[in-house]
């Protein structure tokens, strides 16, 4: 059974920075490219970063481009989302996502491309 673990989530002010984790189980890590995705209140939920398997492949979201940053450890079953910069703009829960890749290096940017989802965490950017 894949289970994705999702942890780091927070209350931060503006301009802060918290990393997220996602730790998968029960899948071969190495074969999935990985998502963040994140939805805040009363919106959809919007596509934040994707990674190949490698991690030397990764996609931003135009909005958090240059402040956040994917990566993954392999040896780890771990995915990362590093955010520097917080704004209040930035509050939703945010879903790591696994989605198995044929093609090495491939990423996913929409999420019906991802078969499995985490819980969810909450990232609030509040003064």
């Known amino acids: 059974q894949v289970q994705l673990v999702e942890s780091g989530g927070g209350l931060v002010h503006p301009g802060g920075s918290l990393r997220l984790s996602c730790t998968a189980h029960g899948v071969a890590f190495i074969n999935y490219a990985f998502g963040w995705f994140r939805q805040a209140p009363g919106k959809e939920r919007e596509f934040v970063s994707a990674?190949?398997?490698?991690?030397?492949?990764?996609d931003y979201a135009d909005s958090i481009k240059g402040r956040f940053t994917i990566s993954r450890d392999n040896a780890k079953n771990t995915v990362y989302l590093q955010m520097n910069g917080l704004e209040p703009e930035d509050t939703a829960v945010y879903y790591c996502?696994?989605?198995?890749?044929?093609?090495?290096?491939?990423?996913?940017?929409?999420?019906?491309?991802?078969?499995?989802w985490g819980q969810g965490t909450q990232v609030t950017v509040s003064s």
């Open positions: 990674i190949g398997w490698s991690g030397s492949r990764t």
């Open positions: 996502a696994a989605g198995f890749s044929g093609v090495i290096e491939e990423l996913f940017t929409a999420a019906n491309q991802y078969r499995h």
